[in-house]
């Protein structure tokens, strides 16, 4: 099946940029979503289809997938925002169709 | 409001089986897929199964499979996830969540989650 790999970790200061990327082969051909995760909670779809944002996320999130790696990118970072990130694609090539990525944790300093 | 409800979780032994459950409202249950989604203690997101709006396309993680079975009943706005051969690697908090798109096919985009419900299985 697919695979996701992404970073353990990512630090940053508040009112920074952060980047969180995923890779994956060709992930450039595949529609990518983001999820956070909080301790205790349900995740949370905040990027879809490489860019999109549901409604009520921040304009501040904002993802883009070129190549073989995908991004979600943070501005202005809070310190609201630390949680762990996950990528997702769907992949109904073989009957293992989702594929979730290892996760990241955001650290904001 | 979109609301998704896991039940059916709790503490089985090695080789038992379990049957969670998932009761949906607050939006058109027979029009979108969904889909079961674990998170093992200290692990990271793993996708489990999904089922389209009419039961014709269901996928299973390799992980699950043969072991594991989807199901909804539409009347009933539920989602069921029958679990047999349970083993300590399917200790897990396990989410329910709706695909984004209400289309026959499935999207494998997951707007709406449940709180979960957490099953342990002791060796």
């Known amino acids: 099946s697919y695979v996701l790999t992404q970073a353990p970790s990512v630090s940053v200061a508040p009112g920074q940029t952060a980047r969180i990327s995923c890779g994956g082969n060709?992930?450039?051909?595949?529609?990518v979503h983001w999820y956070q995760k909080k301790p205790g909670q349900a995740p949370v779809l905040v990027v879809f289809?490489?860019?999109d944002r549901p409604s009520g996320i921040p304009e501040r999130f904002s993802g883009s997938n070129s190549g073989d790696t995908a991004t979600l990118t943070i501005r202005r970072v809070e310190a609201g925002d630390e949680a762990d990130y996950y990528c997702q694609v769907w992949d109904i090539s073989s009957d293992h169709a989702g594929v979730f990525g290892g996760g990241t944790k955001l650290t904001v300093l | 409001e979109v609301q998704l409800v896991e039940s059916g979780g709790g503490l089985v032994k090695s080789g038992g089986s379990l049957r969670l459950s998932c009761a949906a409202s607050g939006f058109s249950f027979d029009d979108y897929g969904l889909n079961w989604v674990r998170q093992a203690p200290g692990k990271g997101l793993e996708w489990v199964s999904s089922?389209?709006?009419?039961?014709?396309?269901?996928y299973y993680a390799d992980s699950v499979k043969g072991r594991f079975t989807i199901s909804r009943d539409n009347a009933k706005n539920s989602l069921y996830l029958q679990m047999d051969s349970l083993t300590a690697e399917d200790t897990a908090v396990y989410y329910c969540?709706?695909?984004?798109?209400?289309?026959?096919?499935?999207?494998?985009?997951?707007?709406?989650w449940g709180q979960g419900t957490l099953v342990t299985v002791s060796s």
């Open positions: 089922i389209s709006s009419n039961s014709a396309y269901i």
């Open positions: 060709n992930i450039g051909t595949k529609s």
């Open positions: 289809d490489d860019s």
């Open positions: 969540a709706r695909d984004r798109l209400d289309i026959v096919v499935l999207t494998g985009k997951f707007d709406y």
